[in-house]
C-alpha cells in the first residue's frame, strides 16, 4: 500500500498570501495524483488531477506539480474561501486508493 | 446538473447491519465507475470500495473487506453498500463518489454523506 505523507500539517497565512503544500509518496507513483479541498460540514471538492490538471471550475490561482515521490500544490494568492483542509490522494496501485492525512490552511 | 443523493445512515449497534444508498442523476450512470469514501469524525478520508460500470469488479479497503458489500443498479442509477458486523470503528460519514472517467480514478462528484454511527 502506498502511503501519502502531507506537511506541514496546519499553515497559518494571511489572505493575499502564496501557500505551498507538500504531499510525499512512499514508492512512485509516476504523476497519479491528486489534490482535493475540503470545508467543515462539506463533500471533498477535487483540485488538481494527474499532478498539475486543474478540474472544471477551478480557479487558476490553484497549481499543482511534481512527480513520482514528491508533489506540491500551490495557491498563488489566498482568497477567504481557499481556508481549508487540503488532501492528496493517489491511483497508481490500487486497491487501495489510499489519501493523505490532509493539511489545513487557516488565517494567521 | 450531477447530483448523488446519500441515503441509510443511522445509529446501529455493534455486530449490527446497514444498508446504504446513493442516487445519481444529471449523468449517464452506467458509463461511471463509483466508490464509497468514509470520513471518521474529525479525521481525515478513507477509501472504503469501488465497483466498474458494469458492477462484475468490486474492491474493498481491507479494513472492511469480508463485512461490506458494494453493488449498483444501473437501471435505478443506484449505488449500494451493505455493511455487516458493523464495528465502532466504522463510525464516520460516507460518501459515494464517482469517479472522473475510464482510467481517471480520481473522484470528481461527491454525494453530501451520510452519517453511520455504531454505538451501544
Known amino acids: 500500500e502506498i502511503v501519502l505523507t502531507q506537511s506541514p500539517a496546519t499553515l497559518s497565512l494571511s489572505p493575499g498570501e502564496r501557500a505551498t503544500l507538500s504531499c510525499r509518496a512512499s514508492?512512485?507513483?509516476?504523476?497519479?495524483l491528486a489534490w482535493y479541498q475540503q470545508k467543515p460540514g462539506q463533500a471533498p471538492r477535487l483540485l488538481i488531477y494527474d499532478a498539475s490538471n486543474r478540474a472544471t471550475g477551478i480557479p487558476a490561482r490553484f497549481s499543482g506539480s511534481g512527480s513520482g515521490t514528491d508533489f506540491t500544490l500551490t495557491i498563488s494568492s489566498l482568497e477567504p474561501e481557499d481556508f481549508a483542509v487540503y488532501y492528496c490522494?493517489?491511483?497508481?496501485?490500487?486497491?487501495?486508493?489510499?489519501f493523505g492525512p490532509g493539511t489545513k490552511v487557516d488565517i494567521k | 446538473e450531477v447530483q448523488l443523493v446519500e441515503s441509510g445512515g443511522g445509529l446501529v449497534q455493534p455486530g449490527g447491519s446497514l444498508r446504504l444508498s446513493c442516487a445519481a442523476s444529471g449523468f449517464t450512470f452506467s458509463s461511471y465507475e463509483m466508490n464509497w469514501v468514509r470520513q471518521a469524525p474529525g479525521k481525515g478520508l478513507e477509501w472504503v470500495s469501488y465497483i466498474s460500470r458494469d458492477g462484475r469488479t468490486m474492491y474493498y479497503a481491507d479494513s472492511v473487506k469480508g463485512r461490506f458489500t458494494i453493488s449498483r443498479d444501473n437501471a435505478r442509477n443506484s449505488v449500494y453498500l451493505q455493511m455487516n458486523s458493523l464495528r465502532t470503528e466504522d463510525t464516520a460519514v460516507y460518501y459515494c463518489?464517482?469517479?472522473?472517467?475510464?482510467?481517471?480514478?480520481?473522484?470528481?462528484?461527491w454525494g453530501q454523506g451520510t452519517l453511520v454511527t455504531v454505538s451501544s
Open positions: 490522494q493517489q491511483r497508481s496501485n490500487w486497491p487501495p486508493f489510499t
Open positions: 514508492q512512485s507513483v509516476s504523476n497519479y
Open positions: 463518489a464517482r469517479e472522473l472517467g475510464w482510467l481517471q480514478a480520481y473522484f470528481d462528484y
